[in-house]
């Protein structure tokens, strides 16, 4: 018997991720969130979206579901939404954004006069 430890067996080395050959299983108890308002915040390891539904009359939005990207996921998903929503508007025409709506939603509160 010899004492010198048993070399590893050689690891396979990894296959890149094919996304059209992943299949997704959706349990029955999954319950879709409507969201209307998100909120992204980042570090340098990761963005962090929360997804919420702001409700008229109601001071606070309520946070519906919160997604953490590595920031290459996050850029990857950044693709596919740009992809997507290119043929959304081919098929269905252009998603016309009301004028100043980022303005609206994300401009600081003036202080009191």
Do not use: W
Not at 16 to 42: G, K, M
Not at 62 to 67: L, T
Not at 68 to 86: H, S
């Amino acid at each position: 018997m010899s004492d010198e430890p048993a070399s590893p067996a050689p690891q396979p080395s990894p296959q890149p991720v094919q996304p059209t050959a992943v299949a997704l299983e959706l349990p029955a108890s999954l319950d879709a969130s409507y969201s209307n308002f998100a909120v992204i915040t980042h570090s340098p390891s990761e963005l962090v979206i929360d997804f919420a539904r702001v409700l008229p009359n109601t001071p606070k939005a309520r946070v519906v579901s919160r997604i953490i990207l590595t920031p290459m996921n996050a850029k990857l998903l950044l693709r596919a939404l740009t992809e997507n929503l290119g043929k959304f508007e081919a098929q269905y025409g252009p998603i016309i954004l009301p004028t100043g709506l980022a303005e609206q939603l994300f401009k600081s509160p003036k202080p009191p006069e």
